[in-house]
Nanobody, 126 residues
Framework: VQLQASGGGWVQPGGSLRLSCAASGFTLDSYAIGWFRQAPGKEREGVSCIRIRDGSTYYADAVKGRFTISRDNAKNTVYLQMNSLKPEDTAVYYC????????????????????WGKGTQVTVSS
């Protein structure tokens, strides 16, 4: 089982990035996948989650309207499109796998995941 996050980098405020979470060793269909982030000195928080089997999604209030989570079942990959980035979005972003019997809201809010991938750094600054 492996979750490989990529796509992070440096971007100016107002810019965009797309993160990818490539899954291997399992198929996405039976799980929920979430994006979480941890800024320096802060606790890890749920950003956006998707339950693959029905496509239901959750977004934290801080990112609603700016971030979009999606999946490509053929590529076994989940994406996080991040637009209108702000300096407060700066963090290490992780993707993680949770069970599909939980709602996407619950997976994100409670961080009910059973496998974490390595993170990717996102830095938003001018």
């Amino acid at each position: 089982v492996q979750l490989q996050a990529s796509g992070g980098g440096w971007v100016q405020p107002g810019g965009s990035l797309r993160l990818s979470c490539a899954a291997s060793g399992f198929t996405l269909d039976s799980y929920a996948i979430g994006w979480f982030r941890q800024a320096p000195g802060k606790e890890r928080e749920g950003v956006s989650c998707i339950r693959i089997r029905d496509g239901s999604t959750y977004y934290a209030d801080a990112v609603k309207g700016r971030f979009t989570i999606s999946r490509d079942n053929a590529k076994n990959t989940v994406y996080l499109q991040m637009n209108s980035l702000k300096p407060e979005d700066t963090a290490v972003y992780y993707c993680a796998r949770g069970p599909s019997y939980y709602s996407s809201d619950y997976v994100c809010r409670s961080m009910s995941v059973n496998y974490w991938g390595k993170g990717t750094q996102v830095t938003v600054s001018s």
